[in-house]
Structures are given as structure tokens and as C-alpha cells.
């Protein structure tokens, strides 16, 4: 089953801007699925490199490959043959006209970033896109407005309850797992892990010992939407602080894991201060950490550390998803004085709270007078939470429910 993605309409603006698009993100988060569905009505080629005969022609001879590949086309996984990136760069200096006639994905941007900066710079627009997000799992009509605290009190009529939320928390968004009834969840994600060490992690980061990087994943998984402590993920794998950090930046730059930094407005102390780690696709934290269903994860000890991760997550997705990097932050002080999740944006200051609750109140928002001290402006606070519908809490704070993000 299909569904629609929030990003489409974004990439199909960029492609009538740009001779070629990059589309990146996690293995099997449904980039050629995205494309091919655009490119239905079209005549547009596609072509795998996964497909190791396509993959030894792109990489021993790039000109035939595209010869016989010619545009428009998609060319799926193109990490894999950067030796494309010098005749890809000919055909759109070549043929500026011709916009969108490159469709690419990857499941590594970051390894590409340098053939990209050095053959398609001006000449590439680049996307990301993460799992599916509420919205898109749920038919709900799709916000073109990047999510903002709001007084906006329409809704689409349809009451939720904590076990939907954990539901779809549980499932995740890879759209295979979040849509296969009756999956085998212990093969799925089994494979999944393998494919993605064995093509990913190994193939693109000369990693040689593949199973404490599986142990590491696990740990990771467990400690979501905590601080990020380097010592104690090494020490509990038996590695060195250089390697988990390592190993940390490989797990962050293959979209498995956001780190979400502290907001100073000296821009330099974001990035020294410690920030918090979380795992970007509920479904396979969930499997990691070895939560078989629903009930249990929602009634288990990271209950709260999941939902604030599913909450983050789903803040990301109504960004990237339009095709916008957002400004987004947590906030914590000398005093250890802690708000979730801060939203910059023109200036302005949005403090938000994660609660697993149905009843919240404006005491949950007490920290966010603290972003006072920092001499910007403060918009309207929301604490997000399992209430069924959108109520103010005062004048500055609107309680959300968490399924209208």
C-alpha cells in the first residue's frame, strides 16, 4: 500500500527548479518508492545500484552507463558509483534547460557531500526525507505550515487515546513495518539491522567489528531522549570513548539518530554543551529494546523517554517533510532548569513541554520563563500531551494534543 508523502510537493517544486535533485534518508524509509510514484506518469527510467551489474557499469564505465541510463532518470543508491558524479555534472552544464532531469537517491549524504560540493555545486538540490509521520500514516490532510505552537483549535474530529498514540509509536514510521499486517517483527527488523551494517555501516565506515556495533545500536536505543553520555555508552560496550564517539557521528549521519543540541545564544556553546540523543525511528528502538507490543512499551520504564522521542521526531518531519531545516533546540541551564524542545524562528523564542498526560496543567510550563534571561523574544508556549483537544492554559500557553503536530 502507497501513501502519500507530505515531501512530494516540495521535491516536484524543486524539480522544476534544479537539473538534478538528491533524495536522502535511512535505508528502506521509502525514497524510490516516493519517486517512482512521481514518476508515474512519466517516462522517466529507473535504475538500481543496488542491482550489482548496474553498480560495476556505473562504476567501470560511467559514460556507457548513462548512455544506456539516459535522462530523464532515477538512479537509486547512487553512493554507491560517485565515479557518475563528473558525467552527471557534463550532461547538466551541457543541458541547463533540461530541469529535474537527474532523480537521485542515497542512503548516505554525508559520504556524498564531498563528490557533490565538487561536481553538481549550483547545480543539485538536496532533500532528506525520515519515516512516515502521524499525518501521512493516518490520511490526515497534510500542513504545509512547518508545526509552531498555535490557539488553533481545529482538529479533524477524530478522538485519539494513549493506546493509538503508542500504537503508532510502537509500529514506527519504515514504511514496510508501519503497514505489513501481521509482520514478523523479529525477521523484519533483523534483516533490517544486518543490511544495514553489513551494506552501511561496513561498506562506507571500514567498521570491523560488527557485533558491538549491533550491542552499541542497542545501547543507543535504550538510552533515547537522555542526555548524550560518550563514557557511559563505552563503557558499557567495552569500546573507548574515541570509538563511541565515532560510532555516534556514523549512527547520526545514516539518519538513525537526531541529536538535538542546547540553545545558547552564543551559537558556539550550542554544539560544545552536551545534547540530548534520540533515536529517530520509534518502531526499531522499540524492537531494540526488546518492547514486543504496544501495551508494554506504554506502561514500561521509558514510556515518557519514548514519547518525548516520537514527539521530537514528529517536530522534525513537519519540517524536513516541507522541505525546511528547522532551528529547533532543548534548553537547559546551570541550574539544570530544563525545557523539552525550543523552536527559533525570526528571532522568536517557541519553549515547548512533553508530558504523558491527559490532564496537564500551567505549572508543566513553569521553565519556560527561564528563556526571559536570554534577552530574546518568547512566543507562545505549548505543552504537548494527551489531552483530546487544544486548550489554553493562559495567555502564553496552549496545551496540544500530540497527534495535531
Avoid at 538500481?48 to 541510463?69: G, H
Avoid at 561536481?119 to 526525507?129: P, V
Avoid at 509500529?171 to 527488523?189: H, I, M, Q
Wanted: charged share 25%; net charge positive; glycine share 6%.
Amino acid at each position: 500500500m502507497y501513501l502519500e508523502r507530505t515531501l512530494k510537493a516540495s521535491l516536484e517544486k524543486g524539480s522544476e527548479s534544479f537539473r538534478v535533485i538528491l533524495l536522502s534518508g535511512q535505508r528502506q524509509v521509502g525514497k524510490s518508492t516516493l519517486l517512482k510514484n512521481m514518476a508515474k506518469e512519466t517516462e522517466r527510467k529507473y535504475v538500481s545500484l543496488d542491482n550489482m551489474k548496474f553498480r560495476k557499469l556505473a562504476q567501470e564505465d560511467p559514460e556507457l552507463f548513462l548512455q544506456q541510463n539516459a535522462p530523464p532518470v532515477i538512479i537509486d543508491e547512487i553512493q554507491y558509483a560517485p565515479e557518475l558524479f563528473p558525467y552527471i555534472k557534463i550532461y547538466a552544464d551541457e543541458n541547463p534547460q533540461h530541469k529535474g532531469a537527474f532523480w537521485l537517491t542515497g542512503s548516505q549524504k554525508y559520504k556524498l557531500m564531498k563528490n557533490i560540493q565538487e561536481s553538481l555545486a549550483g547545480r543539485i538540490g538536496i532533500w532528506d526525507l525520515l519515516g512516515l509521520s502521524y499525518r501521512e500514516k493516518t490520511k490526515v490532510p497534510f500542513s504545509s505550515i512547518p508545526f509552531l505552537p498555535s490557539m488553533d483549535t481545529s482538529n479533524d474530529g477524530k478522538k485519539r487515546t494513549i493506546q493509538d498514540v503508542y500504537k503508532h509509536i510502537w509500529e514506527g514510521g519504515l514504511p514496510e513495518a508501519a503497514l505489513t499486517k501481521n509482520l514478523d517483527r523479529e525477521k523484519y527488523y533483523s534483516s533490517y539491522i544486518q543490511s544495514y551494517i553489513e551494506r552501511d555501516v561496513k561498506d562506507f565506515y571500514n567498521i570491523s567489528k560488527p557485533i558491538q556495533f549491533f550491542d552499541f545500536l542497542s545501547v543507543v536505543a535504550a538510552q533515547t531522549g537522555q542526555l548524550l553520555n560518550y563514557s557511559s555508552l563505552a563503557r558499557d560496550i567495552g569500546i573507548d570513548v574515541k570509538t563511541a564517539q565515532s560510532w555516534m557521528g556514523v549512527l547520526e549521519r545514516s539518519g538513525l539518530v537526531y541529536l538535538l543540541h542546547t540553545y545558547s545564544p552564543n551559537i558556539t556553546k550550542r554544539i560544545i554543551k552536551t545534547p540530548k540523543m534520540y533515536f529517530l525511528d520509534t518502531g526499531l528502538c522499540a524492537y531494540l529494546t526488546k518492547w514486543l507490543t504496544p501495551e508494554t512499551l506504554m506502561n514500561g520504564a521509558m514510556a515518557g523517554e519514548i514519547l518525548e522521542t516520537y514527539v521530537v521526531g514528529e517536530i522534525l518531519k513537519s519540517y524536513i517533510h516541507n522541505g525546511k531545516e528547522p532551528a529547533m533546540y532543548m534548553y537547559r541551564d546551570a541550574d539544570q532548569k530544563e525545557i523539552d524542545i525550543v523552536i527559533e524562528q525570526n528571532g522568536i523564542l517557541y519553549p515547548i513541554e512533553v508530558k504523558k498526560s491527559a490532564n496537564p496543567k500551567l505549572s508543566d510550563s513553569s521553565n519556560f520563563k527561564e528563556l526571559e534571561k536570554l534577552k530574546k523574544k518568547v512566543g507562545l508556549g505549548a505543552v504537548l500531551c494527551l489531552q483530546p483537544e487544544r486548550i489554553p492554559l493562559s495567555r502564553e500557553v496552549v496545551s496540544i494534543p500530540i497527534w495535531d503536530i
